[in-house]
């Protein structure tokens, strides 16, 4: 028996027991966000009709609420919390960044410029088209933020996110400019703007699905490799791996999960930030195990918040985004002051 | 695994070549050591050689145009170890030494046991295997270095280039660097080509040096035909006086002023 850190392959392999820990939280919050509400449900009930299939003592009104409005809610709130979590742990890795997330680099705004031209120039279009335009616009955002943080000079954490708060400031005065010329699309957009979880049915998931399917694999898959980059480019190539052609697939994967993300749910901010880092500080700095775990957990910390959202001033409802970014700021700024060192 | 280096020029701004057509050969199990002043181009050799950066001139491996070899396939052959190697807070010894597997893992592939039985047998070798669940944030100058060593040798190339093995150490670690490297050559048929800075260690260990000055070679041959008074005056600009040692040459600077 060996006693302290795990020094054979088990120090690089997925931590199971950890991620058992995050679906159990997942599935705990996934019961929370169904049975609470202003018709409480009962907990044995929803589990037996989810798990049997139809034959339960759920009452008719009951398994309507079940099925056409809280589980389709719960089931967007985990794809987009996964998916920004996702994001937020793979920008992290792939540009060496603590600060790094899809809100912070200026990708969600990107996003948001991308599904806002859409919604306000062509009214009549597609809502499957949403997600296309927004990876446009974000993919366009984070190549702008990399490249100026770069330009800025070079190896500062804090650079990549100045970069990233200009580049968002630009793209949202873009949008508001859209929105001041289209006024008529105004009321829509802004109740996109504060980020929004409530949904018609399973139709936004329809739309989701693929995404986070094409992207959770994707990135998952890439996690390894996240692993070599943090020794930095130069040594990365020496290694037979180019960094360029990776930090290319997984700028990517991760933008077109956030642009998914944005798209049927707004701006939701810092989720991306709060849900990667704190899983860290459990399972350690591999993203062998970050990326997955952080994919989980962002899943059941979206369903929660939403839970908050929705019962905090009940019977009205807070935008989500409030609620991410009521908790996400002040851990902004607990981040911000334990990277001090990267300032430099 | 000899290396070929014909005519090699490099520049990272045009127009200011930091190598100019330098040549070399290090056959099988050979051991070179690359002098000269700060900014003669040592490391950019070395990178040059490794593929990471840009050059006109040829590069060959056991007769092999390295240009025309994939980089995985070019990792499996040639190990680089930086002068500062990135060492990520929070990753342990072990996680280290395995990313020195990468080469030989498919692009998505994961570590199997052969790759942890290479890492654990770099690890015994630099005699790491009580630091295996470490995180590196916390090691010594010394351990760091070993640990990037060790990350070389789990790369399990056939040519190891190392760039300043002593950088930074005091002369206790640095005798000890190079007498570890020494002791793999023992162990392993590698080559090696190493970048020192350190004068009165260049002339023991390696056996064969090459003095570099502003990006072309001036000296090449055994320590004693390289390091000499006239050639250290000429491209280090320091007085020096020169003793014979263990076989080879150690060179002492001589201070100038009055006392």
Known sequence: MTTGPPSGLEAVRLRWGWMGAALGLLAASALAGIVIGPAGLDPRQVIGELVGGGQTSLSETHRAILWEIRLPRVVLGGLVGGLLSLAGASYQGIFRNPLADPYLLGVAAGGGLGATAVIALIPSADPRLLPLAAFAGALAAVVLTYAVGRSMGGRSAVSLILAGVAVAAFFTALQTFLLQRNADTIRQVYSWILGQLSTTGWGEVAILVPYAAVCGTALVLHRRLLDVMSVGDEEADSLGVSSARVRGAVVVFATLATAAAVSVSGLIAFVGLVVPHTVRLVVGVSYRSLVPISAVTGAAFLILADLAARTAASPAELPIGVVTAFIGAPFFMAVLRTTRRYVA | ?259
């Open chain 2, 1 to 259: 695994m000899s290396v070929v280096v014909e005519n090699l020029t490099a520049a990272y701004r045009p127009g200011r070549p930091v190598l100019r057509e330098v040549g070399l050969q290090v056959d099988t199990g050979e051991w070179l050591g690359l002098l000269g002043p700060n900014g003669a181009g040592k490391s950019t050799l070395l990178k040059a050689i490794a593929g990471l950066v840009s050059h006109n001139g040829a590069v060959a491996f056991d007769g092999v145009d390295s240009a025309s070899l994939p980089a995985r396939v070019r990792a499996r052959m040639v190990a680089f170890v930086p002068q500062e190697p990135t060492m990520p807070p929070g990753m342990t010894v072990t996680e280290y030494v395995l990313l020195g597997r990468t080469p030989h893992l498919s692009y998505l592939g994961s570590e199997t046991p052969r790759d942890l039985a290479a890492a654990r047998s770099a690890l015994e070798l630099l005699d790491l295997r009580g630091l295996a669940g470490r995180d590196v944030a916390g090691l010594s100058g010394g351990e760091r270095r070993r640990t990037a060593l060790a990350r070389g040798l789990a790369q399990e190339a056939g040519i190891l280039l190392l760039d300043e093995p002593t950088g930074a150490l005091d002369i206790g670690q640095g005798q000890n660097a190079l007498e570890m490297i020494g002791s793999v050559r023992r162990e392993r048929p590698v080559t090696m080509i190493t970048a020192m800075h350190d004068l009165a260690l260049a002339g023991q260990f390696p056996d064969r040096l090459l003095l570099l000055a502003d990006g072309r070679t001036v000296a090449e041959g055994p320590a004693s035909a390289v390091l000499t008074v006239d050639y250290i005056r000429d491209f280090y600009q320091a007085a020096v006086e020169i003793v014979e040692v263990n076989g080879g040459v150690a060179v002492v600077p001589l201070r100038q002023g009055t006392r």
